[in-house]
């Protein structure tokens, strides 16, 4: 039985260098034996690919069933009529962002963020038109123009991350300066239209994500603070 010099592990009688270290195996003693059985498949065994365009139309099919129940029991057996509304709504939400991409043949990014805008938008206006969130003109007034300062950051950061091979700290960096905007815009927004919610708590979200901007602007230009969180972040 022979172990590596390097790291230690136990070898088999058939490998020429260690499974783990890759440190060439040189025992007097013990010959490699090229006959021996390998304890690992030596030909790759080839697994079918699985099919994402087949397991999102099987999603999709399950989803509909919660669907057709809920509006079954919705217009037959309950008196409240709107509450499947919301069912239907936050499916149609979830099946366009998480399964509807993978519908399509080729990815196409811009597509899906033009699709989950709109849906985003349609979403929130059932909830405005079934009237909840307080007070009446919430939506022109604040949920479509954050929609849309959320949706314009999302296309930029899109154009942004396609365009060449970035390091991680400019992703996070860039998430924070996105919400950084976002939060401004949704923030103003309350406060001019004087709704229940104050724009005092988004502003002080914003103060500490302004806070963050800062520390991942100097982590994204120093090597070593780069190197420093890699190391605690496993990465
Ligand atoms: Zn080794």
New binding site residues.
């Given amino acids: 039985m022979s172990y590596?010099v390097?790291?230690?592990?136990e070898l088999d009688k058939s490998a020429t260098k260690?499974v783990?270290?890759?440190?060439p195996i040189h025992n007097p003693n013990e010959k490699t034996d090229a006959t021996a059985p390998t304890p690992f498949a030596v030909t790759p065994i080839k697994v079918d690919a699985v099919k994402k365009k087949f397991v999102a139309i099987i999603v999709s099919y399950i989803m509909l069933i919660p669907n057709i129940v809920c509006t079954l029991l919705g217009l037959f057996f309950t008196e409240d009529k709107l509450w499947f509304i919301h069912v239907l709504s936050a499916s149609a939400l979830a099946w366009i962002v998480f399964v509807f991409p993978f519908i399509t043949k080729k990815p196409r990014p811009y597509l899906m963020w033009a699709f989950n805008t709109v849906a985003i938008a349609l979403y929130v206006l059932v909830f405005h038109a079934m009237g909840m969130g307080g007070g009446e003109k919430w939506y022109i007034g604040i949920a479509l123009p954050t929609i849309a300062i959320v949706s314009a950051c999302a296309f930029y950061f899109l154009y942004w991350a396609r365009q060449r091979r970035r390091h991680w700290t400019s992703f996070v960096l860039h998430a924070f300066v996105d919400l950084v905007i976002c939060l401004t815009v949704n923030g103003v927004c309350l406060m001019l239209s004087n709704h229940i919610v104050s724009g005092e708590i988004v502003f002080i979200c914003d103060i500490c994500c302004l806070a963050l901007v800062f520390f991942w602007t100097y982590a994204n230009k120093s090597k070593k603070v780069r190197a420093w969180l890699a190391k605690k972040m496993f990465i």
């Fill in positions: 590596c390097n790291c230690g592990v260690c783990l270290c890759n440190t």
